[in-house]
């Protein structure tokens, strides 16, 4: 009989890497195999692999099926069918609500508002949020475009857009196109430059997000503002 977890690290295991790590770190297999599975072995991300690979690893493709056709045409157990629609229908769900948003409060409604126009990119693109005193939004506003890895950010751009809306607060994003979440080092550099120019023309830097492949960064989480 197979025992189950032999050749695993820990803190590799989709569940215990969840917890460790936060779920925007797991990788879509990972993600279906605590879905449709327990996340806890080797056996759990076998089952996503081909659960995936079924629809060309595509999640869009999996949200147009219904549960019959996907455990008739694809002979996929009636209950990971359920579970996996549902999940899908929450995430459906959670983006449309990002639409309504006319309030910045919290880095996920920064995130979902803005990846609609920063997801899918083949380079990279620095946003602004101005907000209100009371974090309503007053515009979302392109301030650079540049290459794969890396995007020019002038400051006097930058706090001429907040200064022109009359803004109290800003909120960063740009987005990483490697679909890696983690800031570089040249990040890390503008995000204190703005720190310390917004500090000394009285602005709020309420936060810095990344956003790249289904997934965000966000300084003000972190802890680094």
């Known amino acids: 009989m197979r025992q189950e977890n032999v050749y695993w690290a820990a803190e590799d295991i989709p569940s215990n890497k969840l917890e460790s790590m936060g779920v925007r770190n797991l990788t879509d297999v990972e993600l279906v195999s ?22 060309g690893y595509r999640l869009d493709s999996i949200s147009m099926r219904t549960p019959s056709q996907m455990w008739r045409d694809q002979g996929i157990e009636e209950k990971d069918s359920l579970r996996m629609l549902a999940s899908l229908e929450l995430g459906r769900r959670m983006i449309m609500d990002a639409e309504k948003v006319e309030k910045i409060d919290c880095s996920v409604k920064a995130y979902m508002y803005s990846r609609k126009y920063l997801s899918g990119l083949d380079h990279e693109e620095f946003w602004l949020f101005s907000l209100k005193a009371n974090k309503d939004i007053i515009s979302f506003k392109q301030i650079s475009k540049g290459g794969i890895d890396a995007t020019l950010v002038d400051l006097r751009v930058l706090f001429k857009e907040a200064i022109v ?26 995000t204190d430059r703005i ?31």
């Not at 809306?165 to 909120?171: E, P, Q, Y």
């Not at 917004?198 to 300084?219: N, R, T």
């Open 34 to 55: 605590i879905v449709i599975g327990n996340g806890d072995a080797e056996a759990s991300l076998e089952k996503a692999r081909e659960f995936l690979s079924k629809f």
């Open 165 to 190: 809306n009359s803004a109290s607060i800003i909120v960063a994003v740009h987005n990483h196109p490697s679909g890696s979440v983690r800031p570089s080092r040249d990040d890390d550099m503008l």
């Open 195 to 225: 720190q310390r120019a917004a500090k000394m023309l009285d602005f709020k830097f309420l936060d810095h997000i990344i956003v790249a492949d289904g997934q965000y960064y966000s300084y003000k989480e972190e802890g680094k503002l």
